[in-house]
Each structure stands twice: as C-alpha cells, then as structure tokens.
C-alpha cells in the first residue's frame, strides 16, 4: 500500500504512545452497576480510556419491543439482545429489501420504516463515540491505543478514534478489522451515520438531495452524482469514504443492490474484498444477460476510477513504484487534498516500460477502456466536452461510438479537442486491444488467423490485415480493418509500425513535408514522399513498411487519400457499381483512362509507376502468375522490375502460361505509352529526358512522345540510356501488335516482309523482332535497304540480342576460317576438309599442325577482344566490313 505521510505528527504519536502505556492501568471497563442518573435500561461503558465515557442502552443494542417489534418476532425471535445482535438481525432485513430479486425465488421482507430509522438512530449514536459501540472497543482496544491515541494533543472530536482505525484498516488485527468493516457497512448505508460525512454534508444533501430516502446508500449516490455542485469539505469527507469503501463491493451500496443479479451469474465463485468483484463485474459488463442498470454503475465507477487513480486500491499498491519514478508523482496519494488525473494517462504513455507484470496488465487495462468510452478518457473527455455536446449529442457512450463521431467530424472540432483527439488515436494504433471495434468484430478471426500472434506493436493488427482477403474472413471484421486501413493511410502517424520504422528517415527525406500540430491529419503528404524517395530510404525494416503501405494503395483506392481524393468524382461517375480491394477499381479508372480528370489521371500514372517497380504491388499480375513466377523466376529478388523482366524473358517458353503471358504482354504494349513505366529506363534516361526531352516529358502524354524523341536522339545519349532504351524498344518489337504505340512505324514492314510468307508470326513472342533483324542484316550485307528509313531506324535501335549473336557468331566463324586457310597456302598441309564446292566442312589437326591451330585460335581471340574493345570504343571498322553508322541527332 502506499504509505501514508504524517508529517510532524510522528513524534507526537511516539509521545501519546508513552502517555497511553501510563494510562492504561486507570482504564475503566463496563460498569455493571447503574448509575444514579441512568435508567434501569442503562449502563456506563469506558473500554477506551482516552475516549468519554459513554451510556448505552439495553446491553449496546435496539430495544426488543420498539418500533421493530413485528419484524424481531418474525425474523429475530432466537437473537438475545445486546452488543448490537437485534440492531444486525434487523440491518440484514433491511439490505435483503434493497436487494430483493423476484427471479431469485423466496419471501419478500418488509421493514417498516419506523423501524428502519430506529435502527439507522441507533447506529448514527454509536458512532459518534467508540465506547457506545462495545463490540468494536473490545476488540479495536489494543490498535485504537497503538495507533490513534492522539487526543490528549488535539482534544476530542465526534468519531475521531474511529476514523483514525477506518484509515489504517489495513494495519489491524482480524477481530478488529472485522467490527470496522461492520462498521463502513453502516456508514455506506446511511451517511448521518458518519459524524464527519454527516456534518460536512448535511446541508449540501438537504439543498441537493431533498426529498431522497435515507438509507441505501442512495444520500451518498446523489450527492456523488452532483459532484460538481458540492461544498469543498463536503467533496472531501465524500471522497473520502469512496476511498476507504473502494476495495468491496458491499460497500458500494448502490452498486452492489443494482448488480446482484449480475454478482450472482457471472462473479458467483468470486469472494468480495481487494475489488475482485467490482473487477469481475467490469469484465462481464458487454456480455450479453447484463443488465443496463448493472453497467450503468458499474460505468460510473469506472468513471470514478480514471479520474482518480486511488479509488483502485490495486493499482495504487501494484504500481507505487512506476507512479513514483514513472510520472514524477511526489504528492502523499492519501491525503484528501491531492488530486491529479494525469497520473494514469502517465503509466499509460508509459505502459512499455513497465516491467511489474501485474501493473502493466491494469494500466493496459485501463488505456482498453479509454479506447472504448470517451467517459474513461479523461484528458479527451474533457478537451471535447463542448464538441461532443454540439456534434454527438446523440450518440450513446460506450463501443468507441462517440469517439467515431469525433473522428468523423474532426475538421469541425475546437482546436484543443482535435489535437487530443489525434494524440489519442496515435497511442491506441499500437494494440488492437485499443481498437475496440476491431477487436470486437474480429474476435473469430484473431482465434482462427491470429491465435500465436502477440498483439502489442500492431502485430495482430497486421496479421488481419495479411488474411482480410481469405475466403472464411467475416465481412463485419473486413470492413474494420478497411476502416483501420484508410485511418492508417490518412496519417503517418496513425500507421503505428510504419511510424516507428521510419522516424529517423522521416526526419531526414520529409521533415518538412507536414507540420501541422493542431490534431490535422498530413493528408498522405509524408506517405507520398516515402513512396517518391524510397530509394533513399537506408533502415530496411523502414523500407518493408513502405512497401507495405504501397501495396495498401494498390489493393484499395481509398488506402491513397491523395489519389481519392482526386478521383472521387470519377469513381462516381464510372466505377461506382465496383466493389473496392484487389485493385478493382484502380483497374476500373485505367480502363476509362481518356474519360478521366486531369487530376485523376495524373495520380493514376503516379500509382502505375509504383507499381512497375515492384510485381508484389500488381495483384492482378500476382495472382494469374503465381506458377510462373515458382518456375522460372524463383530466385529472383523482388525490386526493380526484376521479376517483371524475368517473366518477359520466359514467356516464349512452350511451359509458360497464356493467362500470364497474355497479362505480361498487355503490361509490356501498357508501357509503350509512358516512359515512366519502365523503371530501370526511367533511372537510366532521367538526365537525357530532363536534358534533350524536356517538352515531350511535359506534355504527360500517353502517346510514347518521350520514347520517341529518345530515339531521335540515340547518339546524344549516354551510354546507360542508350542500352536501356534498346532493350524497350526490342522489347516492343517481342510483343508486336498491329498500332502498337512504339512499333507503329513497322507495320507496312511486318505486313510485307514477314506476315506475308507467315501470317501466324504475329502470336508467337519474338517472331516479328527476330524476322525484322534478319532484314535489316540483309540489308547491311547487301548494301540497299529492305526496310523502311522509319523502320530501319526503329530496328537498329532496337539491336534485337538474336540478330547480333547470330552476326558475332558468324563472324568468328569466318575469321577463324580465313586463318587456317592462311596456314594451308604456307605450309601446304591439309587442315580444313571441303566439300565439292570448296566450302569448309570440318577441321583436322594433329602433331604441329595442331599447335599452329591453337595458335591462330590465340590469334582469333585476340583480335575477338580487339574487335569487342573497338565496338565499345565507336572506333570505325577497316575496309572489308561493312558498317551502319548511327548519324547525330538525326538518322
């Protein structure tokens, strides 16, 4: 427990300990005789020494034939009066009326309420003086001199001995503890019988509370209910009994006869005491069977907990330690005049640090329910008390509902309340368990997905979001994590492993990208410079969770709050009937791509481009590929568009798909129309476009302007360029189709020189590349041109890697032959065999022929190396080849 500080009083109560020893020998004890001024009913009771001595009636106990007379001789006929036995018989009648459930079964019980304030006078005059109360002076006697024998330094006060023992409950002996406990059941059921509750509170309760019934505990409920309205000592000496009744249930009064048939069904094996039952009550208060008057008070403490940490005994002795070092919390937590709510906002900003098992589980406990009910976040509550009221006034509390209703409204809230607002929805994106309607709607999935998955660092969270697709995911849980998602893509922030993975880069790449700090989301702004500068990114586990984020984008139109932005209107207008995830409706807009807002159309290319870095962000392509991509293109590495080129170089594999081979066609003629969309040209060529295409790029056409004046520019390019725009545009010639944006110039070729003698080239990948290669070597050999200028241009460009093999390949063959021939005519052997036309047929070498065979192939390769060394350099060839020049600028 948390100690309690006593300041200078320490060294008066060692003095008043000393004087008590001295005393107790003069201590006077019940006087049997009655006194002269007594009635016969009468007795004179000193048990406690340094308390006044007092004159009880009938033995400490009601009189038996009073106004509880019918009740005693139905109910109490076998109780012997005395020490309070008749007064607890008939308080037992008095609480089974307040609690009386008909469903229950049994005899109603009627107590008149003649009779219960007898009783209630009765144990009101008692506790004013401890020797009234016998019992509790005979068994209190040794802790009350022990502890609170202070009043021959103060004086007497009404009931001051007995407060002194209710505050140090903890330190007593059993018997004692258990007539204090009596005791507070007294004081919870009526609290004139509390002298200092009574005296403080007296006149708050007779302008507040007229006209409520005494008894009950229904004085003290009223006046907690308007708690606002209350005198200072009154608000102390209430808050005070709240605090001394917190551990049992019993002593909540009101809740305890509003919750007994909730006690009795769902806490029945639970024993009351150090809150256990209040904590099952907590639990069970959404289960279905749980009655709106139960969870109403049961709410109502919890209410009562948030905003003062000590009303939850548990938390104040589990966590002493953390709320001393954690937060800073330097006030003496059992004095009435300290109040601060922040001290659980602080264990929960904090929960991760905590390493006391126990404490972590309550404070994590307690941030749930602040994420359920506005009414248990207190720092919320109270920054969007006026918001609530003009923009949720009809929402009911409880399952986040007003929370959402903020949310959802958060450009019409006060500045202070949408700043709170937005810090609170960043602390609860770490845990699921604070995405209570998530939680609730997913609870089969996180058993069926998710069952080994921790829920803390949004691992849960994550998981769902992996299996939202699966066939067996529920629809209710679906739409929340589609509602988490498009949360999480509004902010940065709000994306909890994102946010954590990339602060160092954030602050590096985009630390000026948005700024705001009045609870304003960013809008996707510092998401989008993420995606844009993802290449600079350096901390890997920053990398993944941008690309994760990306495929959110992808699967999900909304995910990019950007591009919905700009093609909401759109999506309207031509996709509105289309369900969203899978990329369905980015799919949707790219097929009314000429209909669409310049806006729109913009983002949709920006998103294209995303996606052509990586095949993981094109569902579509993953799905119809998914075998093809295990077979031939296993070991690559997504990024880059390598797995992309991969499954373009394979498609004329006799193994390889038509479903894929006719998505990885559709992607390569796609990439015709924009530069940007062939990732490795766009890094490669970014200098020559920004340099030589500047207008072209400009014009954001869909028209391959780029590519085209790319072309026209070949010999101005770097070398990079130039390899990267060869490969786009042989690989546009691999998938030849008749208007084809970069092929077009071709078609009167293709038609006439290859289609022609072979009409089905144009469905094999790669025929018409390989057919116009081989023209275009005609051509070279012969001298005049079997191509068209445009086309040949086009060709030569393209390099097709068949044509030049098959060229190098011929080539080596040559010189190799003209070598040894060479030899022949000088040595007169015989090294080559012919057939009848002369021509080379095979080669024989033995004993020092074949040594000069080596060597001439020594010869061969280097002038191969010479050859390759000069091809690279642009060195021009000697007289006896024939060379295409590439003109400058122009061809």
């Known amino acids: 427990m948390l100690q309690r500080g006593r300041g200078g009083l320490l060294a008066l109560l060692f003095v008043a300990l000393a004087l008590a020893s001295c005393a107790a020998a003069q201590n006077a004890t019940i006087d049997n005789s009655t006194t002269a001024n007594a009635t016969p009913n009468t007795k004179t009771v000193q048990e406690i ?31 012997q009066m005395g020490e309070s036995r008749l007064a607890d018989c008939v308080s037992d009648l008095i609480a089974e009326t307040e609690v009386q459930d008909p469903e229950n079964g049994g005899d109603d019980v009627d107590v008149s309420d003649a009779c219960r304030e007898e009783v209630y006078q009765y144990k009101i005059s008692r506790n004013a003086n401890i020797n009234k109360n016998i019992p509790l002076a ?32 903890e330190q007593l002996a059993p018997a004692c503890a258990k007539q204090i406990f009596k005791l507070q059941m007294d004081v919870a059921v009526d609290f004139r019988a509390d002298p200092q509750l009574f005296e403080n509170c007296k006149d708050d309760a007779k302008t507040l509370c007229e006209g409520v019934k005494f008894g009950g505990g229904r004085v003290q409920a009223c006046l907690r209910d308007k708690r606002m309205q209350l005198s200072w000592g009154c608000e102390e000496q209430l808050f005070r009994q709240e605090l001394e009744d917190a551990d049992d249930v019993r002593l909540s009064v009101r809740l305890y006869t509003r919750c007994i048939k909730e006690k ?75 109040e601060d709510v922040s001290v659980v906002k602080c264990l929960q900003d904090y929960m991760n640090e905590i390493t006391n098992p126990m404490c972590k589980s309550l404070v994590k406990k307690y941030k749930e329910l602040a994420a359920e009910d506005i009414r248990f976040d207190v720092p919320l509550a109270e920054a969007c008390f006026e918001d609530r009221q003009r923009l949720c006034a009809n929402v009911p509390p409880g399952s986040a509902r007003v929370i ?43 058993k069926l997905f998710c069952k080994d998955v921790p829920h803390g660092e949004a691992r849960a969270i994550r998981c769902l979001q992996d299996k939202k697709d699966d066939p067996d995911f529920g629809k209710e849980c679906r739409k929340q994590v589609l509602a988490y998602e498009k949360e999480a893509a509004s902010d940065y922030r709000l994306n909890y492993r994102l946010n954590k993975s990339c602060k ?49 984008e992808v699967s999900n139109f909304n995910n990019d709050v950007i591009l919905a932005a700009a093609c909401r209107d759109d999506v309207a207008n031509f996709c509105s009937a289309v369900e969203s995830g899978e990329g369905r409706v980015h799919e949707c807009l790219r097929k009314h791509r000429t209909q669409l807002s310049d806006a729109c159309r913009k983002e949709e290319l920006l998103l294209e481009e995303q996606e052509a870095e990586n095949v993981q962000l094109v569902p579509g392509l993953l799905r119809t590929c998914r075998n093809e991509r295990r077979t031939f293109c296993v070991g ?51 200098t020559s476009v920004q340099t030589l295409c500047a207008a072209e790029d400009a014009a954001n056409s869909e028209e391959g302007l780029v590519y085209k004046c790319l072309a026209s520019h070949y010999m101005d390019l770097d070398e990079g360029c130039q390899k990267e725009l060869g490969r786009a545009v042989h690989m546009a010639f691999y998938v030849w189709s008749k208007g084809a944006i970069l092929t077009a110039d071709c078609d009167a070729d293709v038609a006439q020189l290859c289609l022609e003698s072979r009409p089905n080239m144009a469905s094999t990948p790669g025929a018409v590349g390989q057919c116009l290669a081989a023209k275009l070597e005609e051509s070279s050999k012969s001298g005049s041109s079997l191509l068209s200028d445009k086309c040949t241009a086009l060709v030569d460009v393209a390099e097709p890697p068949n044509m030049k093999q098959a060229f190098e390949a ?50 061969l390769v280097m002038f191969g190396a010479n050859f390759a060394y000069r091809k690279y350099r642009g060195v021009p060839e000697q007289a006896g080849y024939t060379l295409v020049v590439k003109g400058k600028g122009q061809r």
């Open 404 to 446: 959402r209703c903020l949310t959802n409204n958060r450009e019409q809230l006060g500045t202070i309340c949408r700043a709170t607002l937005f810090d609170e929805e960043v602390r609860f994106s770490e845990n699921i368990d604070f995405q209570y309607p998530m939680k609730v709607a997913c609870e089969k999935e996180l």
């Open 264 to 338: 009795r069904k769902f806490c029945a094996e639970v024993e009351p005491g150090v809150a256990k039952v209040k904590d099952c009550l907590e639990s069970h208060r959404n289960d279905d069977g749980f009655g709106a008057e139960c969870k109403e008070e049961v709410d109502k403490m919890i209410e009562s907990r948030v905003r003062d940490f000590r009303l939850d005994s548990r938390l104040r002795s589990t966590c002493e330690n953390d709320i001393y070092n954690m937060c800073a919390f330097f006030g003496d937590v059992d004095s009435l005049e300290t």
């Open 810 to 859: 011929s080539l080596t063959v040559a010189l190799l032959q003209s070598q040894l021939a060479a030899v022949e005519g000088a040595t007169g052997l015989t090294m080559l065999n012919r057939d009848r036309q002369g021509n080379a047929q095979s080669l024989t070498l033995s004993g020092w022929t074949a040594l000069l065979g080596i060597a001439s192939m020594v010869v």
């Open 504 to 552: 160092e880069d954030i602050n590096k790449l985009c630390e000026n990208v948005c700024a705001v700090g009045d609870g304003s989301t960013c809008g996707g702004t510092v998401l989008r410079c993420l995606t844009e500068k993802k290449d600079e990114i350096t901390k890997e586990a920053c990398q993944q969770e941008v690309l994760y984020f990306e495929k959110m």
């Open 49 to 79: 020494a340094f308390a006044p001595a007092a004159v009880v009636a009938n033995d400490d106990d009601i009189a038996s034939n009073g106004n509880c007379l019918k009740e005693i001789k139905k109910h109490c006929v076998d109780v």
């Open 636 to 686: 690559v590495a997504p990024g880059q568009a390598r797995v992309f080129r991969c499954l373009a170089e394979k498609m004329s594999d006799p193994d390889f798909g038509e479903a894929c081979r006719k998505e990885i066609t559709t992607k390569l003629q796609r990439r015709q129309a924009n530069w940007k969309l062939d990732p490795t040209l766009r890094k490669a060529c970014k």
């Open 138 to 169: 005979k068994a209190c006697k040794i802790d009350a001199e022990k502890h609170c024998n202070i009043t021959w330094f103060f004086g007497y006060k009404s009931g001051q001995i007995i407060s002194c023992l209710r505050e140090i409950k």
